[in-house]
């Protein structure tokens, strides 16, 4: 009798855990599925990208948590491929490999003053503000009045609404307890979101966007001009849903906000940014007006404008990291695949080796996308292995044992889990307070040693 197919994951986010339990369903159980993670902790973007106060979206880690739970999968913590395990040392152990490494870098803006200090990836700040571990030491000029969010996604929208929030409006969440004290300190008043193309072309939702204009501490404010519709985007208005409810929160946005609330909201359409200014950090931001040729690109104006900003946070865009060893386009910044098959340099798939999530098909769609994604290369990757002998030459954990590594299992991140609800009791703040730094979760999941 064939021994059961083993398959390693690598990444705990959305994607790879649903991958882990698409190989469940699609074999009845008769899989082992080890996932891989380089921190402590799965759920990936659920944990470190949804933000703080977004809890109805972060409450999607209680169904991960089951797929994880499950006797057929086992969660290895602290394992980094590349650094720890090596490609090759995955298909010595595994019948098969599915990456889902993720999206995990901010596109550039390519403009001059970009490396300044105060110049920042958004991701950082998110990073930051949701506990993750490489981003817990960052610091942050909170003291500036003034600060620039290019991009106009959600992704955007949850860095704005967190900066026009107070700390006090954010305890009741999972933020960092230094974070809270950080954001206690912020002395930021005006928050300009800028976008380069026009209000049709936004990428962020409805509901996202309503949310802004719902802040106790914050007004908002788009100017008549910029709401401005040609008759292409006013035809796809009123054919879009998405597109009609973003335009129709927005122009409620154009009315004089006036005075009394302490933070303020300038949504600006149709600005492209030209160059950061400043000496040895920000200073300003220098936008050039933009439009939309004829062919629907957006093009300058020759018209310019400065913004007295002392940080800018950019968010325009995400894109994957090469994974040592696998096919990487660097046109599109995923691995090239058909149906999730990894297909190499010859046109021809590669064995053995699988993607599902963003590094598969590039950063869209929602956390539920990656359902169908995964299981889609689950269903060709087990098509491929048939009904083959299957019988890895070797054992992983014998592997990880004989480096040493400090391997968190499921049950270590049980007990992280628990100091963290602990940590919430003890400071009368919500559900959980995330630890953020290394330290302090290695030794939460050895029980506080």
């Given at each position: 009798?064939?021994?059961?197919?083993?398959?390693?994951?690598?990444?705990?986010?959305?994607?790879?855990?649903?991958?882990?339990?698409?190989?469940?369903?699609?074999?009845?159980?008769?899989?082992?599925?080890?996932?891989?993670?380089?921190?402590?902790?799965?759920?990936?973007?659920?944990?470190?990208?949804?933000?703080?106060?977004?809890?109805?979206?972060?409450?999607?880690?209680?169904?991960?948590?089951?797929?994880?739970?499950?006797?057929?999968?086992?969660?290895?913590?602290?394992?980094?491929?590349?650094?720890?395990?090596?490609?090759?040392?995955?298909?010595?152990?595994?019948?098969?490999?599915?990456?889902?490494?993720?999206?995990?870098?901010?596109?550039?803006?390519?403009?001059?003053?970009?490396?300044?200090?105060?110049?920042?990836?958004?991701?950082?700040?998110?990073?930051?503000?949701?506990?993750?571990?490489?981003?817990?030491?960052?610091?942050?000029?909170?003291?500036?009045?003034?600060?620039?969010?290019?991009?106009?996604?959600?992704?955007?929208?949850?860095?704005?609404?967190?900066?026009?929030?107070?700390?006090?409006?954010?305890?009741?969440?999972?933020?960092?307890?230094?974070?809270?004290?950080?954001?206690?300190?912020?002395?930021?008043?005006?928050?300009?979101?800028?976008?380069?193309?026009?209000?049709?072309?936004?990428?962020?939702?409805?509901?996202?966007?309503?949310?802004?204009?719902?802040?106790?501490?914050?007004?908002?404010?788009?100017?008549?001009?910029?709401?401005?519709?040609?008759?292409?985007?006013?035809?796809?208005?009123?054919?879009?849903?998405?597109?009609?409810?973003?335009?129709?929160?927005?122009?409620?946005?154009?009315?004089?906000?006036?005075?009394?609330?302490?933070?303020?909201?300038?949504?600006?359409?149709?600005?492209?940014?030209?160059?950061?200014?400043?000496?040895?950090?920000?200073?300003?931001?220098?936008?050039?007006?933009?439009?939309?040729?004829?062919?629907?690109?957006?093009?300058?104006?020759?018209?310019?404008?400065?913004?007295?900003?002392?940080?800018?946070?950019?968010?325009?865009?995400?894109?994957?990291?090469?994974?040592?060893?696998?096919?990487?386009?660097?046109?599109?910044?995923?691995?090239?695949?058909?149906?999730?098959?990894?297909?190499?340099?010859?046109?021809?798939?590669?064995?053995?080796?699988?993607?599902?999530?963003?590094?598969k098909r590039g950063p869209s769609g929602v956390v539920g996308t990656n359902k169908s994604d995964a299981a889609e290369t689950v269903r060709n990757l087990l098509e491929d292995l048939g009904g083959a002998e299957t019988g890895p030459k070797r054992n992983i954990e014998e592997l990880l044992e004989a480096?040493?590594?400090?391997?968190?299992?499921?049950?270590?991140?049980?007990?992280l889990d628990a100091a963290e609800i602990a940590l919430a009791q003890s400071l009368d703040r919500g559900e959980r307070v995330k630890l953020a730094r290394w330290e302090a979760m290695t030794s939460a999941c050895r029980g506080g040693e």
């Amino acid at each position: 009798m064939a021994s059961p197919v083993r398959v390693a994951v690598i990444g705990s986010g959305p994607a790879g855990i649903y991958a882990a339990e698409a190989l469940v369903k699609q074999t009845d159980g008769d899989v082992r599925v080890d996932v891989f993670d380089r921190l402590p902790t799965p759920y990936g973007l659920v944990r470190y990208g949804v933000a703080p106060d977004h809890k109805s979206i972060k409450s999607i880690a209680r169904y991960l948590q089951k797929v994880l739970e499950n006797p057929a999968v086992r969660f290895f913590g602290c394992v980094e491929l590349g650094r720890d395990i090596s490609r090759a040392d995955l298909l010595e152990c595994y019948d098969a490999v599915v990456y889902s490494t993720g999206a995990m870098v901010d596109r550039h803006m390519r403009v001059p003053g970009e490396d300044l200090p105060g110049s920042i990836a958004a991701t950082d700040f998110v990073n930051w503000y949701c506990g993750h571990p490489d981003a817990a030491d960052h610091a942050f000029d909170l003291s500036v009045e003034e600060v620039a969010v290019i991009g106009v996604g959600n992704v955007a929208v949850d860095v704005v609404r967190i900066l026009a929030k107070t700390a006090g409006e954010l305890r009741e969440t999972d933020v960092p307890e230094q974070v809270i004290e950080a954001l206690s300190r912020s002395r930021v008043k005006r928050v300009h979101m800028i976008g380069r193309r026009g209000p049709a072309q936004a990428k962020f939702t409805t509901k996202e966007a309503r949310e802004l204009g719902e802040l106790p501490n914050a007004s908002i404010h788009v100017s008549a001009e910029d709401m401005e519709l040609d008759p292409a985007s006013a035809e796809l208005a009123e054919k879009d849903r998405k597109v009609g409810g973003n335009i129709k929160v927005l122009r409620s946005w154009t009315e004089d906000p006036g005075a009394g609330r302490p933070r303020h909201i300038d949504v600006r359409f149709w600005r492209a940014p030209a160059e950061i200014l400043g000496t040895d950090r920000v200073e300003g931001l220098r936008l050039e007006k933009t439009r939309l040729d004829e062919t629907g690109r957006v093009t300058g104006t020759g018209e310019f404008e400065t913004l007295p900003v002392g940080m800018v946070l950019r968010s325009v865009g995400y894109q994957s990291v090469p994974l040592e060893g696998v096919p990487f386009d660097e046109r599109s910044y995923t691995v090239p695949n058909e149906g999730g098959r990894i297909i190499g340099p010859d046109g021809s798939p590669v064995p053995r080796e699988y993607v599902a999530g963003w590094i598969k098909r590039g950063p869209s769609g929602v956390v539920g996308t990656n359902k169908s994604d995964a299981a889609e290369t689950v269903r060709n990757l087990l098509e491929d292995l048939g009904g083959a002998e299957t019988g890895p030459k070797r054992n992983i954990e014998e592997l990880l044992e004989a480096r040493g590594l400090p391997v968190v299992t499921y049950d270590d991140w049980l007990k992280l889990d628990a100091a963290e609800i602990a940590l919430a009791q003890s400071l009368d703040r919500g559900e959980r307070v995330k630890l953020a730094r290394w330290e302090a979760m290695t030794s939460a999941c050895r029980g506080g040693e």
